[in-house]
T-cell receptor, first 109, second 115 residues
Framework: SQQGEEDPQALSIQEGENATMNCSYKTSINNLQWYRQNSGRGLVHLILIRSNEREKHSGRLRVTLDTSKKSSSLLITASRAADTASYFCATEGTYKYIFGTGTRLKVLA | GAVVSQHPSRVICKSGTSVKIECRSLDFQATTMFWYRQFPKKSLMLMATSNEGSKATYEQGVEKDKFLINHASLTLSTLTVTSAHPEDSSFYIC???????????FGSGTRLTVV
């Protein structure tokens, strides 16, 4: 399968805690993006990290990329109930994006 | 920023009929468009890649006669689900890449229900 793997598949935490999701992929990439999807909705772009970058921040989001291990992580700090959603990584290889399997995050108020 | 409009957002059709989904880039020219399919609580699976003016490239296992893709202009790609069956019910999302843009922009998706 071309798909990347994400873990955990599901994550349930209390409001205020941090949430960490991991993404592993199989081929060389140009960049990696993280998306959020609320149930039954479209994708919301969160952050893009290029293959020559190791870490990137955006608000409460922190993304790391380790190309030697072919893995990335998304950290959401001080989570809120509104962060409840599915989170996907997507890797751009040869002119197309391949999505990971996703992590379903539930933040309990 | 770059915007991709996908229409319709929801459609219900009868088995055996065909359904067309449109994906438009509103403020940029999309040289390449991608079509994804998503089953409930699953990830997005790339179905095909279409380049303006040429035939679409389908991923392994995707029936090209079932899912017709047309990319006739730099701002419009269409996906037609032909002779739809209940198992074609799914969430379909398009994305587009521009000539001078970095990255891809996604449409808001189309939920297809075949009854």
């Amino acid at each position: 399968s071309q798909q990347g793997e994400e873990d955990p598949q599901a994550l349930s935490i209390q409001e205020g805690e941090n949430a960490t999701m991991n993404c592993s992929y199989k081929t060389s990439i140009n960049n990696l993006q993280w998306y959020r999807q609320n149930s039954g909705r479209g994708l919301v772009h969160l952050i893009l990290i290029r293959s020559n970058e190791r870490e990137k921040h955006s608000g409460r989001l922190r993304v790391t990329l380790d190309t030697s291990k072919k893995s990335s992580s998304l950290l959401i700090t001080a989570s809120r109930a509104a962060d409840t959603a599915s989170y996907f990584c997507a890797t751009e290889g040869t002119y197309k994006y391949i999505f990971g399997t996703g992590t379903r995050l539930k933040v309990l108020a | 920023g770059a915007v991709v409009s996908q229409h319709p957002s929801r459609v219900i059709c009868k088995s055996g009929t065909s359904v067309k989904i449109e994906c438009r880039s509103l403020d940029f020219q999309a040289t390449t468009m991608f079509w994804y399919r998503q089953f409930p609580k699953k990830s997005l699976m790339l179905m095909a890649t279409s380049n303006e003016g040429s035939k679409a490239t389908y991923e392994q296992g995707v029936e090209k006669d079932k899912f017709l893709i047309n990319h006739a202009s730099l701002t419009l790609s269409t996906l037609t689900v032909t002779s739809a069956h209940p198992e074609d019910s799914s969430f379909y999302i398009c994305s587009a890449r521009g000539i001078r843009l970095y990255g891809y922009t996604f449409g808001s998706g189309t939920r297809l229900t075949v009854v």
